[in-house]
C-alpha cells in the first residue's frame, strides 16, 4: 500500500522559516505529491501539490526530491495562524492515503 | 458558494441508534468521499463515490450506508451506532478522483462530532 512517512511533531519560531520533510518512497511516477494541512478543530485544506519541478504559491514552497520519493513543505515565515497539522498525501488505489501527518508548534 | 457542508454539527448517540450524517456541495463535483478522524490520527476513508448512483468501500465502511442520489448530495447512515463509532466525521468533495498525471484539489466540510455512548 501507499504510505507516507512524516515526524511526528516539529517546532519553530514565529516569523522564521520552517521546512516540514516527506518521504513518499513507494510513489509512482505519474502522482502528484500533495500537501494539507489541518488547523485545530477544522478541515483539512489544500496547500500545495506537485509532479516533478518545484512548486511555489501564495502558502507555501515545495521542493521535490529528484528521484520523488521525498519532498519538503516550505514555509518562509512563520505565522501563530500556522500551526496545524500537516499531511503530505500519495494516491493509492483511486483514493489518497492520509498519514498521522506533522503537528507543527509554533512559539511566539 | 456555500462549499461542503455538513450537518449536524455535534451529535450523541446511544449504542444501537441510527442516523444520518448530511453533507452537500454545490460545486458541482462528480467525487465525494467520507472519512472519520479518530483523536490523533489521520482521516481514513470510509465510503466515496464518483458521482451519482455510484458508491463503493474505503478503508473502514462497516457499519456504514451511502448512497447518492444527486450530485450535491452524499449521506452517511450509521445503521446501529456502536462506541467505535465515536470519532470526528469529515465530508469532502473534489471535481474527479486523483488519477494519473491528474490533481484534483479536495474540499472539505466542518466535520461533525459524533459521540456513542
Known amino acids: 500500500d501507499a504510505k507516507t512517512t512524516q515526524p511526528n511533531s516539529m517546532e519553530s519560531n514565529e516569523e522564521e522559516p520552517v521546512h516540514l520533510p516527506c518521504n513518499h518512497s513507494t510513489i509512482s511516477g505519474t502522482d502528484y505529491i500533495h500537501w494539507y494541512r489541518q488547523l485545530p478543530s477544522q478541515g483539512p485544506e489544500y496547500v500545495i501539490h506537485?509532479?516533478?519541478?518545484?512548486v511555489n504559491n501564495r502558502m507555501a514552497s515545495l521542493a521535490i526530491a529528484e528521484d520523488r520519493k521525498s519532498s519538503t513543505l516550505i514555509l518562509h515565515r512563520a505565522t501563530l495562524r500556522d500551526a496545524a497539522v500537516y499531511y503530505c498525501r500519495e494516491r493509492g488505489n483511486y483514493q489518497l492515503i492520509w498519514g498521522a501527518g506533522t503537528k507543527l508548534i509554533i512559539k511566539p | 458558494n456555500a462549499g461542503v457542508t455538513q450537518t449536524p454539527k455535534f451529535q450523541v448517540l446511544k449504542t444501537g441508534q441510527s442516523m444520518t450524517l448530511q453533507c452537500a456541495q454545490d460545486m458541482n463535483h462528480e467525487y465525494m468521499s467520507w472519512y472519520r478522524q479518530d483523536p490523533g490520527m489521520g482521516l481514513r476513508l470510509i465510503h466515496y463515490?464518483?458521482?451519482?448512483?455510484?458508491?463503493d468501500q474505503g478503508e473502514v465502511p462497516n457499519g456504514y450506508n451511502v448512497s447518492r442520489s444527486t450530485t450535491e448530495d452524499f449521506p452517511l447512515r450509521l445503521l446501529s451506532a456502536a462506541p467505535s463509532q465515536t470519532s470526528v466525521y469529515f465530508c469532502?468533495?473534489?471535481?474527479?478522483?486523483?488519477?494519473?498525471?491528474?490533481?484534483?484539489?479536495?474540499?472539505f466540510g466542518p466535520g461533525t462530532r459524533l459521540t456513542v455512548l
Open positions: 506537485g509532479l516533478t519541478s518545484n
Open positions: 469532502a468533495s473534489s471535481h474527479k478522483p486523483d488519477s494519473m498525471f491528474s490533481y484534483n484539489e479536495q474540499f
Open positions: 463515490s464518483v458521482g451519482a448512483g455510484i458508491t
